[in-house]
């Protein structure tokens, strides 16, 4: 019986760590792992996805110029985990002042429509 008990326990034990959730390492530059595995499939993906996706560049808007936060110049082919920032759940804009252009972090909602929408293609 103890053995039977034992060797149940050791099978729950390894399917639990089979079963931990996989992520990309890059999110670890924005996300602590307990964040990280607090998060929902979706918005893990999402994030994932992120990476290489969240971020474009536009010329400034006029009714963008004012209360902008400044961000030294990313080239374009940063990635929001490499400057340190986090996807929220409205768009963030940063205006980079050597280029005069704005660059944007889309937000999660975003970033899951695009993936849905990537999905349906």
């Known amino acids: ?3 039977t008990f034992f ?3 050791c099978m729950m034990v390894l399917s639990s760590f089979s079963m931990a959730q996989k992520y990309n390492n890059e999110l670890l530059k924005s996300y ?3 964040e990280i595995q607090s998060m929902d499939v979706e918005t ?3 994030l994932e996805y992120g990476v ?3 971020i474009y560049f536009i010329a400034i808007p006029k009714e963008k110029q004012s209360n902008l936060l ?6 374009s082919s940063s ?6 920032l986090k996807i929220m759940n409205e768009n963030q804009y940063f205006e980079i002042k050597e280029i005069n252009q704005l660059m944007v972090v889309k937000s999660l909602f975003v970033l899951k429509n695009e993936l849905i929408n990537k999905h349906k293609n």
């Not at 400044?70 to 080239?75: H, L, M, V």
């Not at 990635?79 to 340190?84: A, C």
Request: glycine share 4%; no cysteine; proline share 4%.
């Open 7 to 9: 060797i149940t326990a």
């Open 1 to 3: 019986m103890k053995k």
């Open 44 to 46: 893990l993906q999402a």
């Open 52 to 54: 290489e996706n969240a």
């Open 79 to 84: 990635k929001y985990t490499d400057l340190g």
């Open 70 to 75: 400044a961000i030294k110049n990313p080239n």
């Open 32 to 34: 602590t792992k307990s």
